[in-house]
């Protein structure tokens, strides 16, 4: 009798439920009137007078046990009840997504680049460890110029470095594409330069280029007029300030109408009405010889600009720092830009 005690003891021990009903067939099996712990307590009139005490002990035992068994196996089972009920709560509303955004810079960038294929400029692109003839020689810089210097630029062997503009990707469209062309580069660019407010060694350009018969200043001007309205506005005004580039001749700088003063003049203009935002000029004819254009055939005009600047001026943006820290709380300013 003792041995059905103890083996209905392990049972209860190690019985595991499912779920619910699984727990209850076991109450039943156990406690019920028709139960296994029942019909043993039935058995306790056939114990001898001295095995009395001990069976009633084990079998008081077992029932509790038993008790305690079914009474936590419920609060377990319950509690995965609820858990689960939770996630099936059809009545909450629904998780806020958190849109990501484009950064600053990929926003100006394809926004220069959209406002250029308008006027029928092609998108094209080049590396960024770039050689001496594409970088330097072919742009017609000197071989004394400074931006050669080690202290401008990030060198990989003697004759290889990182690019210093994008100007290097005209000479390879130059060099494989017969006029007319029509082209924007846009890309990252390295110069060995201290980080500030307003220089970083690693920013990005996008670069401008169209050669055919007859391109004239005037349709230089005219382009970068257009460009200036729609990028900043159709009240911009641009000014051409002559200037000294290599690759171009004549040059300028283009300065547009301060667009946080209407160019009445204030801090951020420094009183002149007036912010620079790119170089330009007629592609030199030593430029088109190098890239085997016949120079007395065609001609052409080139741009380029630097497209922090030009974020920094659209969005009035006070230190180029804040587009390389990648701080959360200024890049979500640009969630709803394309
Ligand atoms: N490459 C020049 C720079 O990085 C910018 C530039 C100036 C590009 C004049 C041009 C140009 O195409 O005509 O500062």
Redesign the pocket.
């Known amino acids: 009798m003792l041995n059905k005690v103890a083996e209905l003891l392990k049972e209860v021990e190690s019985f595991a439920a499912k779920n619910i009903e699984e727990l209850e067939q076991f109450r039943i099996k156990m406690l019920a009137k028709k139960g296994a712990i029942t019909a043993l307590m039935s058995e306790f009139r056939n114990v001898s007078n001295e095995d009395k005490k001990a069976f009633g002990q084990q079998i008081n035992n077992l029932k509790q046990t038993t008790q305690q068994k079914i009474i936590a196996l419920k609060e377990q089972l319950d509690q995965t009840i609820n858990s689960s009920n939770k996630k099936m709560d059809l009545t909450r509303s629904a998780e806020q997504v958190q849109l990501g955004a484009r950064h600053p810079i990929s926003v100006v960038r394809n926004e220069i680049l959209d406002i250029f294929s308008r006027i029928g400029f092609m998108v094209s692109e080049g590396p960024e460890i770039e050689d001496d003839w594409h970088n330097f020689s072919a742009l017609n810089f000197p071989p004394e110029h400074p931006a050669r210097d080690m202290q401008d630029t990030f060198f990989i062997e003697k004759e290889v470095a990182l690019r210093?503009?994008t100007?290097s990707v005209?000479v390879r469209v130059m060099e494989n594409q017969t006029p007319p062309i029509r082209t924007v580069s846009p890309g990252r660019v390295f110069r060995n330069e201290a980080i500030s407010a307003r220089a970083h060694c690693i920013f990005h350009?996008v670069?401008?280029l169209y050669i055919d018969k007859d391109v004239s200043f005037a349709d230089l001007k005219q382009t970068l007029m257009y460009f200036a309205k729609e990028m900043f506005g159709e009240k911009t005004e641009i000014r051409l300030r002559p200037s000294y580039?290599p690759?171009?001749e004549p040059?300028a700088e283009v300065d547009v109408s301060c667009n946080i003063c209407s160019g009445k003049g204030c801090n951020v203009c420094k009183h002149t009405g007036f912010l620079e935002i790119?170089?330009?000029?007629m592609v030199d004819p030593n430029v088109l010889e190098n890239c085997g254009i016949d120079s007395s055939v065609y001609t052409g005009f080139?741009?380029?600009m630097g497209i922090e600047r030009i974020a920094m001026l659209k969005y009035q943006v006070n230190d180029l720092r804040h587009f390389f820290e990648n701080d959360l709380r200024f890049l979500k300013q640009f969630t709803s830009a394309y």
């Open positions: 210093t503009h100007s005209q350009q670069e401008g580039f690759f171009t040059s790119m170089g330009c000029g080139a741009f380029g």
